[in-house]
Structures are given as C-alpha cells and as structure tokens.
C-alpha cells in the first residue's frame, strides 16, 4: 500500500511559477514510478511527467517549462513549474505505478495508487 499526498498548489500570474510536492509513504514506495497528472475543468485528464529509476519524462507541452525530482529522505517528488500559462490551470494529482515511467507512462490505468490532488489555478 502507498499513500500519496500532494501540496502547493495555488494562485499563481502569467509566467510565474510554484513548486509542488507529492509526499509518499508506505514500505513499498520507492518500487513505484511516480507521476503526476493535471485536470482542467470540462476537460480530458491529461499526463504532465513521471519520474522512476530510469530518469524524468515529460509531456511535451511541459518540457522546458516543468521539472520532476525526488528528495528521496523526505520520500517526496517535486513538480517545479516555470512559465506558468492560464492553461495549466487545474487539479494536479500525483500517482505511483509499479516499476518505470515506460512507454506507456501517460496513460493513467497504469498507476495504482492516487492522491487527492491539488489546485492550480493561472490568471492572465
């Protein structure tokens, strides 16, 4: 069992950025790829990265603007987001999948367990 918390989200202008952090607990946690996925209003769910033992990826609308690390002591991962847009507006959840970030990463029945997820919230 993993449980999964996430924080920091908020308020933020056009360009600017926050950090969010994934907490994670139980004995298996580090077995598992972490990543993290947005939900905008009226919209599809999408993915935004994943990070594992094989390294970070990103979607590509957030390449160049997000970055994905780990703290392993505090078993928290990190979502650091620059060049913030009013559509990166949404929940931001994260999500632990047994093993790898593999070619399958963005797709979301590949993790099982989930957070509660966080607000994200971009004015123009």
């Known amino acids: 069992q993993v449980g999964l918390k996430e924080s920091g989200g908020g308020l933020a202008q056009l360009g600017g950025s926050l950090r969010l952090s994934c907490g994670a607990s139980?004995?298996?946690?580090?077995?598992?790829?972490i990543g993290w996925f947005r939900k905008a209003a009226g919209k599809e769910g999408e993915a935004v990265s994943c990070l594992s033992d094989s390294g970070p990826v990103y979607a590509g609308s957030m390449k160049g603007r997000f970055s994905i690390a780990l703290d392993n002591a505090k078993h928290t991962v990190f979502l650091q987001m620059n060049s913030l847009k009013p559509e990166d507006t949404g929940v931001y959840y994260c999500a632990a999948g047994w093993g790898e970030c593999g070619p399958s990463w963005n797709f979301h029945l590949g993790y099982d367990y989930w957070g509660q997820g966080t607000q994200v919230t971009v004015s123009s």
């Open positions: 139980g004995s298996t946690w580090g077995h598992y790829a």
